[in-house]
């Protein structure tokens, strides 16, 4: 077989020198440092090994025990896997877990339950929305026609007296609630009423809370909203995808079409199978432990920053992220992470609400507890993650700081390791 180069079934990343380089340099960066990018968590072994299996190698369309392909009998197996283990964890009557990632499982429930032009009440990015919910630059802002909502410019918090009247002057076909950058616990029962009163669709998209909705420590949007979508990464600790689950059993078609064929074609198998893993790990009951600790540490980290006179926006977190406000810090969102990020401490600048600067060069940052309490860090190490970030906030040119904290986020980082 001299089409076969040497080694093609035999060798591993050895075989490719220039891209072991990078992989390996990606593991060092995340065993020496501490990430607090809310998008981000560090999955198990098992994780790792079932995205990496060979159910790389099988293509499938379609759904379980109902694919256009032949040799579909442990495809099958594994999604029905998933969906089971998905539906079980979060009380659901129905599941997707085909969606790519959550901005296509977003996208196949607006194309299943939507027109073309229809209206759509989501939070404005600028407030914490998410982009995949209606930002200009997407095709779901380009194909509906969006209304914002934003937060109360006192509290920082959805004001559901807006809300409703915007959905009553607007009268949208569907209101979504939840985004990337809002740290506070959402009123889904309240949520669910203005919906109801305008003939709405209510989503929500939990993708940042997931995983303490599954544990019961924050509260359950499935039984007022109408979809519920999530990642499946960030607290829920999996692989890189999206989630649906419904109830209702007159939106299954609607739902399922509308990711395939609706959005994307042939299932990653791979990652289903690396979703059934996750959401095997998630029915653990150390998993519940596990989101507690997010919590805990979370508060703990807000607690911190807010003793140096740090500002959180909406004062504090209910979930595993957090809002910096830097405005009276004297330093931008993007010059503070790439200080910290020179100190080992990964997170991403971020536009606060009402934000006068652009998302270049926005006035916050915004950080999680995620990732560190998956390797094993609680509260105190949490304190002195508080304290390093205040402290380079205050002084982000003080590169003699900035060595010596590095020092310490590698010690710590070597007393949690990592894929030893």
Known sequence: MTYLHKGYFTEGLDADPELAASIRGELRRQQEGIE?????????????????????????????????Y????????????????AKKLFGARFANVQSHSGSNANGGVFLGLLKLGDTILSMNTAAGGHISHGHPATLTGRDYNIVRYGVNRETELVDLDE??????????????????????VLDFAGLRAIADEVGAYL??????????????????????????TSTT?????????????????????????????GVQGSVMLHIVAAKAACFGEALRPEFKGYNQAVLDNARMLASTLA??????????TDCGLMLVDLVNQGITGDIAAKALEHAGLA???????????????????????????????????FRAIGTWIAQIIKAPSDEALIRSIHGQVSDLCARFPIYA
């Not at 990018?37 to 109902?66: D, H, M, W, Y």
């Not at 032949?70 to 283990?85: K, P």
């Open 36 to 68: 607090l990018i809310a998008s981000e968590n560090i999955v198990s072994r098992l994780v790792l090994e079932a995205q990496g299996s060979v159910l790389t190698n099988k293509t499938v369309e379609g759904f379980a025990f109902a694919r256009y």
């Open 70 to 85: 032949g040799g579909a009998e442990f495809a099958d197996a594994v999604e029905d896997l998933a969906l089971r283990r």
């Open 163 to 184: 809300l409703r009247s915007l959905a009553r002057e607007h009268k949208p076909r569907m209101i979504i609630a939840g985004g990337s950058a809002y740290a506070r």
């Open 203 to 228: 989503v929500v998209d939990m993708a940042h809370f997931a995983g303490l909705v599954a544990s019961g420590i924050y509260p359950d949007p499935l039984p007022h909203a109408h979809v519920v």
């Open 233 to 261: 990464y960030k607290s829920l600790r999996g692989a890189r995808g999206g989630l649906v689950l419904w109830n209702d059993a007159a939106l299954s078609d609607k739902i399922n079409y509308g990711i395939f064929p």
């Open 307 to 316: 003793e140096a006179g740090i500002r959180l926006v909406a004062g504090g």
């Open 347 to 381: 997170v991403n600048k971020n536009q606060i609400p009402f934000d006068e600067r652009p998302p270049e060069a926005p006035s916050g940052l915004r950080l999680s507890s995620n990732a560190g309490t998956a390797r094993g860090f609680g509260t105190e190490e």
